[in-house]
């Protein structure tokens, strides 16, 4: 699988970004695409995931109501699209792939390991300007 993120860039404070993710060479339908940041200095977290096997989304509590995960219709484009953006959404943000459907935690629990994401994209950087 291969996993490629564009779209970051340096943005003001409430301003807007939509981020991609072109993925490739999934041979089965179910699988989680998780949107993962990480920022200098801290560790990596969960921002937003998707599970292609029951079409579910989540959200971390501190991008909700900001950020929203899409797909394209053939779902080889994932997206992250970024409102209100503030200056601690400041990190390199890479999407990953998760093989499998969700264990019985569902993909709530799932976002929270990015340990159990096997392929990962190169990451694209998101500055937000006060």
């Known amino acids: 699988v291969q996993l490629v993120e564009s779209g970051g860039e340096l943005v003001q404070a409430g301003g807007s970004l939509r981020l991609s993710c072109a993925a490739s060479?999934?041979?089965?339908?179910?699988?989680?695409i998780g949107w993962f940041r990480q920022a200098p200095g801290k560790e990596r977290e969960a921002v937003s995931c998707?599970?292609?096997?029951?079409?579910?989304?989540y959200s971390a509590d501190s991008v909700k109501g900001r950020f929203a995960f899409s797909t394209d219709t053939a779902k080889t484009t994932m997206y992250l699209s970024m409102h209100s953006l503030k200056p601690e959404d400041t990190a390199v943000y890479y999407c990953?792939?998760?093989?499998?459907?969700?264990?019985?935690?569902?993909?709530?629990?799932?976002?929270?390991?990015?340990?159990?994401?096997?392929?990962w994209g190169q990451g694209t950087q998101v500055t937000v300007s006060s």
């Open positions: 998707f599970s292609n096997y029951d079409g579910t989304t």
């Open positions: 990953a792939a998760y093989f499998g459907r969700p264990a019985g935690g569902g993909l709530r629990i799932l976002c929270q390991f990015p340990d159990a994401f096997p392929s």
């Open positions: 060479g999934f041979t089965d339908d179910d699988y989680a």
